[in-house]
C-alpha cells in the first residue's frame, strides 16, 4: 500500500465552497474515492468514481458534493459546494480494486494518508 496525500481542506462558513485535490497516479486503474470520520469517529464513504467515470455518492453529500478525475493529469477532485457544519470532519481519499461505491471503497488497496482537516462554521 502507498496512501495518497490529500490537499484542499481548510475553514469555510456554512453555505461555502471547498475543493479537495489528490495524486492518483499510482492508481489509474483502480475505482477512486473519498472517505471522511463521522460524528462517532467512524470513517465513511461518500463518494467514489470508476475507472469509467461512473459516480456514487452517499445521500448525506449527493447535489451538494462532485467526485471527477482528470486522468491527463493524474488528479482527482472532490468538489463541496453549500457546505454545512455537519460536514465539518478529516477527508481521505482512497483508491481500491474492483466494485466501485461509496462503500466498497472503504475496502481501500491504498491504504490511508494524513487526511486533510475540513471545518464548516456557522
Known amino acids: 500500500q502507498v496512501p495518497m496525500v490529500e490537499s484542499g481542506g481548510g475553514s469555510v462558513q456554512v453555505g461555502g465552497s471547498l475543493r479537495l485535490s489528490c495524486d492518483f497516479s499510482k492508481y489509474t486503474r483502480y475505482c477512486l474515492g473519498w472517505v471522511r470520520r463521522d460524528g462517532a469517529g467512524l470513517r465513511e464513504g461518500i463518494a467514489s468514481i470508476s475507472r469509467t467515470g461512473a459516480t456514487n455518492y452517499r445521500d448525506s453529500v449527493e447535489g451538494r458534493f462532485t467526485i471527477s478525475r482528470d486522468d491527463a493529469k493524474g488528479i482527482f477532485y472532490l468538489q463541496m459546494d453549500n457546505l454545512i457544519p455537519e460536514d465539518t470532519s478529516v477527508y481521505y481519499c482512497?483508491?481500491?480494486?474492483?466494485?466501485?461505491?461509496?462503500?466498497?471503497?472503504?475496502?481501500?488497496?491504498?491504504?490511508w494518508g494524513p487526511g486533510t482537516q475540513v471545518t464548516v462554521s456557522s
Open positions: 482512497v483508491a481500491v480494486w474492483g466494485k466501485c461505491d461509496y462503500v466498497t471503497i472503504l475496502r481501500t488497496d491504498s491504504g
